[in-house]
């Protein structure tokens, strides 16, 4: 199974890239927002991810990779961060492009906020101690507080589509952490986590995914207001 990482990375992506060119969609016309969005969450998620890799936090199965690192980081799992975030934010556009009702209102918004942000403050203030619970969950309750109290009316289209999105995520992220494979990909030591898992996957990989996918997102919609283009549909 020498390179399931690199596949399942370029499975996710190749397929809405292919429909990015889709008459309907046109994801490629939000690429110049796209792409810096992605480096900017990059840069702290990526500086997060040596760091815990270096303190053996989580690791990798040589097994299952091409040997190319950068910065003691498997190539794999930098791409990771680009075909990922790719396939999920042209989920979340084509939703609105082809869905433009499916969205949460207001008051449901309100009530998954301040119903996760219960979760996830409670649980940091017990498991303070568990870096990868702690910086995760931290994280996520600060980023969703101003997405919350800035772009409100972001969260109504990001919050519903994100629970479709869990199901392909749960499926990569379970060969990932050895579903369906003699062996991991991703390794993690539960002694920085809560030790909980969904099948293979750790629970604080759901919250991971929703920050990380939030950040890509509220960023485009900030670039696409700051730089607006008559040619790009919403």
């Known amino acids: 199974m020498w390179h399931l990482y ?98 949460f209102s207001n008051e449901t918004t309100a009530v998954v906020y301040f119903s996760l942000q219960t979760i996830l403050i409670a649980t940091l203030l017990y498991f303070y101690d568990r870096w990868y619970t702690a910086i995760n969950f931290g994280y996520a309750i600060v980023l969703m507080a101003l997405v919350f109290n800035y772009k409100r009316e972001a969260l109504n289209v990001f919050f519903p589509v994100f629970l479709i999105l869990l199901i392909p995520f749960f499926i990569v992220n379970g060969f990932l952490t050895g579903s369906w494979i003699h062996e991991q990909v991703v390794w993690y030591n539960d002694s920085e986590n809560l030790g909980i898992r969904i099948g293979t996957v750790p629970v604080e990989d759901s919250i991971y995914a929703l920050s990380m996918l939030l950040t890509v997102y509220v960023l485009m919609e900030k670039f696409k207001e700051k730089y607006p283009s008559k040619s790009t549909r919403d």
Not at 40 to 59: C, E, K, L, P, R
Not at 63 to 92: D, M, R, V
């Open 6 to 103: 690199l596949l399942l990375d370029i499975a996710s992506f190749s397929i809405p890239f292919l429909f990015s060119f889709h008459p309907k969609l046109k994801f490629y016309k939000l690429w110049k927002y796209f792409f810096p969005a992605t480096f900017i969450m990059m840069a702290f998620f990526v500086s997060w991810d040596i760091i815990f890799t270096q303190q053996g936090f989580w690791g990798f199965n040589e097994k299952y990779l091409s040997g190319i690192k950068l910065t003691n980081l498997p190539l794999e799992e930098w791409l990771f961060f680009i075909c990922i975030p790719y396939a999920c934010l042209f989920t979340i556009y084509a939703f609105r492009n082809l869905l433009p009702k499916f969205s």
